[in-house]
């Protein structure tokens, strides 16, 4: 019963993998969403993308059964990494996340100019914080079926589930 964060920048896969992981059967929560995440102003005024602490909390201390792999990129989830069995970061390079940003439908981030800059920035800045955190390193140019395999494998023993073990 392993609990995976699985993070990276705007446009590595991580909700995709996501998707598949949930349809293979796993408990997924994509933390990028209302709910599980907001804008938080500091006093400066600067706007931060951050968990909402007391759900991540709650999720986190009670699940008890299968795989959990949770998705998502905050200014805060670090402080969430002890609950965690693993920390995996899904990596490309600039010019295939802003091809994917660009084509993608389900999420409108990163159409805009100021947010593909923000994606840039990111990369150079967030991404290393993020590489010298995480237990492990995909490529998430391969194909998705492969990232999603090696997802389940980080996750340990029977991280498929049991319905799909024939």
């Known amino acids: 019963m392993a609990k995976v964060l699985v993070t990276g920048m705007s446009g590595t896969g991580k909700s995709t993998a996501l998707r598949m992981l949930g349809a293979r059967g796993h408990r997924v929560v994509d933390a990028d969403y209302a709910g599980w995440s907001h804008f938080v102003t500091s006093g400066d005024g600067s706007r931060e993308w951050m968990w909402r602490e007391d759900a991540m909390a709650e999720l986190l201390a009670s699940h008890r059964e299968g795989h959990l792999f949770v998705a998502g990129c905050s200014a805060n989830q670090g402080r969430f990494y002890p609950a965690f069995d693993r920390i995996v970061l899904l990596t490309a390079p600039e010019a295939v996340l802003l091809a994917r940003i660009a084509s993608r439908t389900e999420n409108p981030f990163g159409k805009d100019p100021s947010e593909r800059a923000q994606v840039q920035r ?21 194909p998705i079926a492969d990232v999603v395999r090696r997802l389940e494998a980080i996750a340990g023993p029977s991280a498929t589930p049991s319905r799909e073990r024939r």
């Open 122 to 142: 990111d990369l150079r800045e967030v991404e290393p914080l993020l590489r010298a955190t995480s237990t492990d390193v995909l490529d998430s140019t391969l």
